[in-house]
Structures are given as structure tokens and as C-alpha cells.
């Protein structure tokens, strides 16, 4: 038997059979993701109900220790603060670069480009090119020297924080917003004019309400992983700010108490799964209607 | 419809009139936000006199001189290899296949294949990275190399399915029809016909994956026990206990290949890479 | 004083002259059509009236008042757009009020009349309908009764029936004469098709590259028109090259290679002698009959002529005062109550017939004639584009 005809006989095998043909391709892929996403969430969720080790006795003492506390809760609190301001900072300025270039660019590509190509460096460097900026005596501090201005030593601020959110999170807010944006017909904007609304009434009654879904979803995507973090505040906020990723992080390098973390984790998943379900169902409301086209 | 003498009026006719210099500024500024940290990280590498003294006396390659010699950043560079190499390859496999059954066929699962592709995205990077380390190093007890390689297939599999199905959604059927026609069998029209045309979305998809792996840090960090760290690791060192301008030069040697990576990329699909128009 | 006028008005895009020193008016309650093919500047006219363009150079002046470097929300002006341009996230009664929310208009007001301008279009009870649950058709009227129902000055129509199909494009053309009529608005209109233009306009005004060829009611340009551009794009056309050999008063002499033609001044006036022309005639002034085994060519005409002579060609050199000659006809295309024949000629290439009679078949030889009084000469310029009659450019 020839190659040919091996390979033609594995098709008529799979031909005859479509829903193992379908398990053959759809199949690995789905085990993976089973097997190495969905089950170790479990296995989070199981664990977090032990006692100091994988495999102690069952406690809700985790969970209640945690929502009892009122040092972690209050972080909790920070976090989700801090984390709904760098949303709305990074989706302020995300929406207008991506208003910017859709309307009013002509190297379109090119300045996409320019904006996604950060994200794709890793995050530690981009977290320690912010270092270098702006610890005691670093770059902004020597340059706002140069020109006589005292020396403000952003490092370790909550500031610093906020502001290394917004580096990174901003290359990928824009792709949703460009998306939504781009496919929004010109001549709506037109025809609003037209109808004698100015530009600032068009945004707020056609582009906004029109480019709903993609404003939610850069949200989401921006509030979500600044809510887990912990490299950012680590690096740049030091020991001032912690965070409820930080916490997460500490009971499993150097506490050891990963039913704790475990637990820690579960509670975040929750508030992220939460804000997920407002957001999908009633951000399109908030913002005039998502009439979006798909 | 008629002229308004109001403040609201003229705020409008301002915006209007200076809409497009507005937007020039904006995309100016922020990309110049975006790109001067990167341009200090540049110039920083070749500082003489380390990281904490800007600007810097001299100018220098020697930091480029001793991170070719360093052994341990060599180290961290092979060991990053030997992880994201068979990781993108087993990445690009899956999410081909993922995309293949997710736009040819409907069966009960293919909602669910769909979200569970993409969720990784979505659910905070450290509770992931937890949960790898008690299931597949606590629960299954994987050894650690297995355990790292697939914590990037997963961290990786969003990215590449979201550049892959495109393709195949946008690939025309009518020619597999054709292929068909003329006598090939599926698995012959496959490596025939589609294999070739999608082959640029793959690829692209496949260095997405291998940028992001190379770049990954939090699974790691929780899935990788002790032994030799990858780059993203070992620079979290460099950095938390041991500051050199080493950091600097490796930063840059980062940039460069995942640029040039990304710029490969985006040429081999046109650049439709996640914003379709 | 016009409603709208025009002066001057010029568009230039880096190198590129869209629009060449365009002057035209529009009277209150007219209905004038900018009629062009692509390319011609019309489009750009139009969004320039409307506020979308600024002008490189020239007036536009509304009721008096000159309009350049307004903006578009604050001009008396609506405007119909080519793709409709509805909003998908508002209901068809939110569409229609959208323009009166902006002048501020209460919320009842705004409801009533969007309802009486549903009627007017005949959508009665479509208020709350999506633009998305409207066939093409229901859309255009929408479109139509959102501007209309802001009561403007001037309402402009950037090629909105192109994509609709027949029936319905003429069926939209008598209910747009209709509302015109009885909203009295004046309506500027904007398209490529000839069809739609004569149908619905009290005038023409007839752009190509840029630049004014002609402007006039139909007939006028029908009847009369001042270049041979016009003389194609309004209606159809035939073209036989020739030369000026003499003029007097009353004639003119063409020569066309194969005989001398005496053409009335009238329909030929400003050429000079010995220049080049285009002769042009329309398909249906052509008369179409056997030819003669013989080959002396015989009219087959019963009406009654001129000056009821003998009018054959068979004196050699004499001046006719028609055009004759002979020809194979190559194909026929049945319109119903007529027939279009194209028939090579034996002298003068192609020409288009239009016949009562379907008895012609392809391949037969015919005999071909028209009056020297039924064509249109115009001057052809020193590059071989023919230019206008009376050449003053």
C-alpha cells in the first residue's frame, strides 16, 4: 500500500464516521483546556476549603478567616479602587487615541503599529523601564531638575502604581475600541451633523451609544488583570501598596498556606466573575443601547 | 439649524473647527507616553556609570560586553527556549484544531470549546498561575519542565485561536469544494489545499504565541519550582535583589526580537491581527 | 433672489481640480438636478452646499446669506445620503425626530410630527419599527421624512435611488415629485443617471470634470444642447466626423468624405470655415429602409418634406440637404414599442437607429437617412475633444 493510499483510507475511515472524526479534532484541544485550565480551578476551589496544606481536613475557616478580617477586606476595598480608577483613566485616554485614529489618520496601520507593538515586550521590562523613571534621582527626577524644579521621587507611591497600570494596559484597551470604532459608517456621523447635532452631541448620542460593546469590553480587559496584579505594585509601589494579588502571591512563596491563598483566589475570581455578568448585561444600557451591527 | 449664540454653540463650532489638530496632539502624546520609557531603557543600556546616575557620565558597550559573557542570563536565555519552543509548536497545533472544529462544526461542545479557549485571557493571571501549582504540580505531580510548558500552552492558546479563526472563517470553502471535485480526499485537500492559505494566519498565530511565551512570567514564576529561570524570571531577580545595568541590555535585546517577531507577524497576515475592520 | 446661489465655487484636492469655478442658482421651491457621470465634481458640489467640504475659493450664499465656514448643524440644509445613513440604534420615530431634538423641540411636538411625516410618506404606524425591520424601500422613505420633516430651506439628495431597483426607483420618483410638491421645499438633487434626472427636474445643471457644461430645463438641454457632451449624456447620440467648407448667413456646408451636406445655421451656429466638426444626430431622427438591388438608395420616408423636390443624392455635384448612405445591420434590440438597430455603415462606422418597425434582421443591407435640419454640429478642439458649440473657453 502506498503513502497515498494509507492517508485515502484514513480518510474514508473518518469520512464514516463524523462524530469520531470531530472527536479526534476537537477533542485534544478540549482536554488541555479541561484538564489544564478548567480542572486546576477546581482543584483551587477544593483546596481552598483544607486546613494549611493540600490535602488537610475540610474548614470554611479559610473563607471566614478572610472576610473576617478587616485589614484584608480593607484591601480588597483598595484594590477594587485603585483598579476602577486605572479603568477610567486608561479608558479615557484608550477611546480618544482610538477615536483619533480612526477619524482622523491617514497611516492608519502604521500608528496601530506604533501603539500594540509595547504590549508585546514583557511586562517586567516595561515595569522596570518605569523604575528607572522615576525612582529617587531617576530620569524624571533629573530632568525636572534640569529646568529647576524640586525632585518628587515617585517611586513607591500609589501614584507610580497608577501610572504603571496605564502603561500597560493601555496598547490593549485601544485594539477593542479601534474595533468598535472602525466599523461605525462615517456618514452616521455625517447625518448627525447634518441634522444640526454639533460634534460633542453626535459623540454622545450616536458614537458612544454605537460603540457600546467595545467600549465594555476594554473595560473588562483592563479591570480584570489590574485587579489580580501583583508585579506592578510590588515593583513600583513597594510595601505602601498592597494589593489583593500581592496577598495571594505571599501565601504561596513565602507563608506556605496555599488553601489560604487558594481561598484568597476563589473570592477574587468571584468579584472579577460578578463585575464580568453587570458589566455584559447592563453596560450597553448605561451607555445609550448597543445597536451594534455583531 | 440656525446659528446659536450660546456657549454650548461655540464649544461646538471650536471642536469642530480644530477636530483634526486635537486629534494630532492626542495621538502624539500617547504615543510618545508609550515609547519614551522604551527610549530611556535604550539609552540607559549603554550608560557607563549604572542605573542610579542619569544622565550618564559615558556613554558605553560594556554592559552588551558583559551580558554576552554572563553565564547565568545566557542560562536564563536557553532554558526560556527549550519552554517556548515546544510550547508555541503544541500552541499553534491545538488552537489550528481548535479553530478547524469551532468553524466546520457544530457539535455540543463547540460553546463551551469556544469560551474555554479564551478564558485564560480573562481570569486574573495569578489565580491561573495558583491554580496550575496545585493541580498540575501538587495534585498531578507533573514534573516541573512539563508542568512550565504546559502553563504556557495555556497562557499562549487565546492569543493564537483568536488570530487562527479568522483565517479559517475568512478562507473560501468553494475551493476545498473544487479540490474535492477533482478527485482529492479530505486529508488530501486539507494538506493541499487549506493547509497552504491559512498557513500565513498559523504562522502569525505561532509567533504571537512564541513572543508571549518568551515574555511570560506570573505561571511561571508559580508553576517552575527552583533550577535554572527563564529570562522574564531571572530579570524579576535581577531586579528585586540585585540591580545592574545588565537589566537594561537584556531589556533591550527583548524588544528587538519580540519587535521584529510581532513586525513578521503582522506582515504575514496584513495586518488584520485582532482588529478585524 | 434665488434661494441658493453659487459663484465661483472651486475644490481642489492637493493636484486634483474636483470643482472648476461653478456657478448656478436654485430658486425657492424648485427641483434642480446636478447630472454628471463619475468623477465630475457633482458629489463634492453637493457636500460642500451641505457643509462637509470647505471651498478652495468661491461664494456659497443661502437665502442671501453666504454659508461658507458654517458648519453643517448650523445650516438651514438636510440631507438625503447615498447609503441612507440611519441610525440602527434609534426607532424609525426617533430617526425622524432627531433633527428636531436638536433645535429643541418638546418631546410631544417631536412625536407628532414625525407621526404626520409618517403618514406623508405613507409609513403610518412605523414609529417604533428598527431601520433594520424595513425593506430598502420603507428605509428611503425614512430617510426622506427625517429630513423633510425639519422643514429646511434646501434639502439635498446625494444619489439615494441608485440602489433600488426599477419598479421602485420610479415608483420613489413620482413620490418624490409628489412631496416636493407638497411639502414646497426646494430640492437639490445629485446623480449619474440620466433616466432619473430628466424624470423628476425642472432643470439640469450638467457637470463634467469639474466644470459647467450646461444648465437649462430638460427640454432645453434635450432639444438644444450646447456640446456634444451634453448632447450624449442627455439622451443618446450618434457622431459622424466632418469639415466646415463653407458658411453664409443661412447654411452651413459640411463636408462628410462622401458628399456635401447644406445644414441650416441655426444648427450650427459659431463654427468657422474650414475647422473641424462632430455632426450629431439622435437615434430616432433616423430613418431606416431597404436597399436597392441597384444601389441607388431610396428613401422610404411618407412624410411630407422641406420643400417637396427631388432630393435623392443622384445629382453628383450638388449639395443635398440630407444624409444618406447604406449599411449592414449588425444587431437588433427589441425596446417594445420601438426597435434600436446598429448598423455599420458603408461611410460613416457605426450608427444607432431607433424604428417603429421590428422588420430588419441582422445581416440585411438597409438604406439609412436624416435630415440636415434634425442634427447638432459642434466645433471639435485642436486636441480631438470636441469642445462646445459656441467656443468661448
Known amino acids: ?294 | 439649524m440656525n446659528g446659536r449664540r450660546t456657549i454650548a454653540g461655540a464649544i461646538e463650532r471650536f471642536v469642530h473647527a480644530h477636530a483634526a489638530r486635537l486629534a494630532g496632539v492626542v495621538t502624539i502624546a500617547v504615543l510618545a507616553f508609550l515609547w519614551l520609557p522604551i527610549g530611556v531603557l535604550v539609552f540607559m543600556s549603554f550608560a557607563d556609570g549604572g542605573v542610579l546616575s542619569f544622565p550618564p557620565d559615558q556613554l558605553t558597550l560594556r554592559w552588551y560586553r558583559v551580558f554576552l559573557e554572563n553565564e547565568a542570563a545566557r542560562g536564563a536565555i536557553v532554558t526560556t527556549l527549550t519552554i517556548s519552543v515546544p510550547s508555541t509548536i503544541l500552541t499553534v497545533t491545538l488552537a489550528t484544531m481548535t479553530a478547524y472544529a469551532v468553524d466546520r462544526y457544530g457539535f455540543r461542545g463547540r460553546g463551551i470549546l469556544q469560551l474555554l479557549s479564551t478564558l485564560p485571557i480573562v481570569v486574573p493571571l495569578v489565580v491561573t498561575g495558583v491554580a496550575l501549582v496545585l493541580f498540575v504540580d501538587g495534585t498531578l505531580g507533573l514534573p516541573d519542565y512539563l508542568s512550565v510548558v504546559l502553563a504556557h500552552v495555556i497562557r499562549t492558546i487565546p492569543f493564537a485561536t483568536l488570530v487562527i479563526l479568522p483565517t479559517f472563517v475568512r478562507f473560501d470553502r468553494r475551493l476545498e469544494e473544487a479540490s474535492k471535485d477533482l478527485g482529492a480526499d479530505e486529508l488530501a485537500t486539507f494538506r493541499q489545499v487549506t493547509l497552504p492559505n491559512v498557513f500565513p494566519g498559523v504562522v502569525a498565530g505561532g509567533l504571537l504565541a512564541f513572543t508571549l511565551s518568551f515574555n511570560e512570567f506570573v505561571y511561571t514564576y508559580f508553576v517552575k519550582g527552583s533550577g535554572d529561570p527563564t529570562l522574564p524570571v531571572y530579570i524579576w531577580n535581577q531586579i528585586r535583589y540585585n540591580v545592574t545595568p545588565e537589566v537594561n541590555v537584556i531589556s533591550v535585546v527583548f524588544l528587538v526580537v519580540a519587535v521584529t517577531l510581532v513586525l513578521v507577524a503582522v506582515s504575514l497576515t496584513r495586518v488584520e491581527l485582532l482588529t478585524e475592520r | ?393
Not at chain 1, 88 to 94: C, D, E, L, S, W
Not at chain 1, 215 to 232: A, K, N, R
Not at chain 3, 247 to 267: C, E, K, M
Open chain 3, 1 to 393: 433672489m434665488s434661494l441658493l446661489r453659487v459663484r465661483g465655487l472651486t475644490k481642489r484636492f492637493g493636484d486634483l481640480l474636483a470643482v472648476d469655478d461653478v456657478d448656478f442658482d436654485v430658486a425657492d421651491g424648485e427641483f434642480v438636478s446636478i447630472l454628471g457621470p463619475s468623477g465630475s465634481g457633482k458629489s463634492t458640489v453637493l457636500r460642500m452646499v451641505a457643509g462637509f467640504e470647505t471651498p478652495t475659493d468661491g461664494e456659497i450664499g443661502l437665502n442671501g446669506e453666504p454659508v461658507v465656514g458654517t458648519p453643517p448643524f448650523e445650516r438651514d440644509v438636510n440631507m438625503v445620503f447615498q447609503d441612507l445613513a440611519l441610525f440602527p440604534h434609534l426607532t424609525v420615530a426617533e430617526n425622524i425626530g432627531y433633527g428636531l431634538k436638536q433645535a429643541g423641540v418638546p418631546a410631544d411636538e417631536r412625536r407628532d410630527r414625525a407621526e404626520r411625516m409618517l403618514e406623508m410618506v405613507r409609513l403610518d404606524g412605523y414609529d417604533d419599527r428598527m431601520p433594520d425591520e424595513l425593506s430598502g424601500g420603507e428605509q428611503q422613505r425614512v430617510a426622506l421624512a427625517r429630513a423633510l420633516v425639519n422643514e429646511p430651506a434646501l434639502v439635498l439628495f446625494d444619489e439615494p435611488l441608485s440602489s433600488l431597483d426599477r419598479k421602485l426607483r420610479q415608483h420613489m420618483q413620482s413620490e418624490l415629485q409628489r412631496l416636493q410638491a407638497e411639502t414646497e421645499t426646494t430640492f437639490l438633487y445629485v446623480t449619474h443617471d440620466q433616466e432619473v434626472a430628466l424624470a423628476v427636474s425642472d432643470r439640469l445643471v450638467v457637470l463634467d470634470d469639474g466644470a459647467i457644461q450646461q444648465i437649462g430645463t430638460v427640454e432645453a438641454l434635450y432639444e438644444d444642447p450646447q456640446s456634444r457632451f451634453v448632447a450624449d449624456f442627455i439622451g443618446d447620440v450618434n457622431s459622424i466626423p466632418a469639415r466646415i467648407t463653407d458658411a453664409t448667413d443661412d447654411t452651413v456646408i459640411v463636408d462628410v468624405g462622401s458628399g456635401r451636406v447644406s445644414i441650416p445655421r441655426s444648427v450650427a451656429d459659431n463654427v468657422a470655415i474650414d475647422t473641424s466638426v462632430d455632426v450629431c444626430v439622435r437615434p430616432f431622427r433616423i430613418r431606416v429602409g431597404p436597399a436597392d438591388d441597384t444601389g441607388a438608395e431610396q428613401s422610404e420616408t411618407d412624410e411630407p418634406t422641406a420643400d417637396g423636390g427631388d432630393r435623392d443624392r443622384a445629382t453628383d455635384a450638388g449639395i443635398g440637404e440630407r444624409f444618406t448612405t447604406t449599411g449592414t445591420v449588425q444587431s437588433r434590440s427589441y425596446q417594445g414599442s420601438d426597435s434600436l438597430y446598429e448598423i455599420a455603415t458603408d461611410e460613416w462606422g457605426r450608427l444607432t437607429a431607433e424604428v417603429r418597425s421590428n422588420a430588419y434582421e441582422p445581416g440585411e443591407r438597409v438604406a439609412v437617412a436624416w435630415d440636415a435640419s434634425d442634427v447638432h454640429v459642434f466645433a471639435r478642439s485642436a486636441d480631438g475633444h470636441t469642445g462646445s458649440r459656441g467656443d468661448d473657453a
Open chain 1, 1 to 294: 500500500m502506498t503513502d497515498r493510499d494509507r492517508l485515502g483510507t484514513v480518510s474514508a475511515f473518518f469520512r464514516e464516521r463524523p462524530r469520531l472524526r470531530t472527536l479526534a479534532i476537537a477533542g485534544p484541544p478540549s482536554a488541555i483546556l479541561v484538564v489544564f485550565f478548567a480542572l486546576p480551578l477546581v482543584a483551587m476551589l477544593v483546596v481552598s476549603f483544607q486546613t494549611g496544606q493540600i490535602g488537610g481536613a475540610w474548614t470554611l475557616e479559610n473563607y471566614l478567616g478572610f472576610i473576617g478580617s478587616e485589614t484584608y477586606l480593607t484591601v480588597v476595598w483598595r484594590t477594587l479602587l485603585l483598579s476602577a480608577q486605572v479603568t477610567a483613566i486608561v479608558a479615557a485616554i484608550g477611546y480618544a487615541l482610538a477615536y483619533s485614529i480612526v477619524r482622523f489618520s491617514r497611516r492608519t496601520t502604521l500608528l496601530l503599529l506604533l501603539v500594540i507593538l509595547p504590549f508585546w515586550t514583557s511586562y517586567i521590562i516595561r515595569m522596570y523601564a518605569w523604575i528607572n523613571i522615576l525612582q529617587s534621582g531617576g530620569v524624571l527626577d533629573s530632568i525636572l531638575g534640569l529646568v529647576g524644579l524640586p525632585a518628587v521621587g515617585l517611586l513607591y507611591t500609589e501614584t507610580a502604581v497608577r501610572i504603571g497600570f496605564t502603561y500597560v494596559w493601555l496598547p490593549l484597551a485601544v485594539l477593542p475600541f479601534y474595533a468598535s470604532l472602525s466599523s461605525l459608517d462615517p456618514d452616521l456621523i455625517e447625518a448627525s451633523k447634518d441634522l444640526g447635532a454639533g460634534p460633542i452631541r453626535t459623540f454622545v448620542s450616536v458614537t458612544l451609544p454605537l460603540t457600546a460593546t467595545g467600549v465594555i469590553t476594554g473595560l473588562v480587559l483592563v479591570f480584570i488583570p489590574t485587579f489580580g496584579s501583583f508585579i506592578t505594585p510590588r515593583l513600583l509601589g513597594g510595601t505602601n501598596n498592597i494589593m489583593i494579588g500581592m496577598v495571594i502571591e505571599n501565601q504561596f512563596k513565602s507563608a506556605f498556606n496555599w488553601p489560604f491563598g487558594a481561598a484568597i483566589g476563589m473570592v477574587i475570581t468571584a468579584v472579577v466573575v460578578v463585575l464580568l455578568v453587570l458589566a455584559t448585561r447592563f453596560g450597553g444600557d448605561l451607555l445609550g443601547g448597543g445597536g451594534e451591527p455583531s
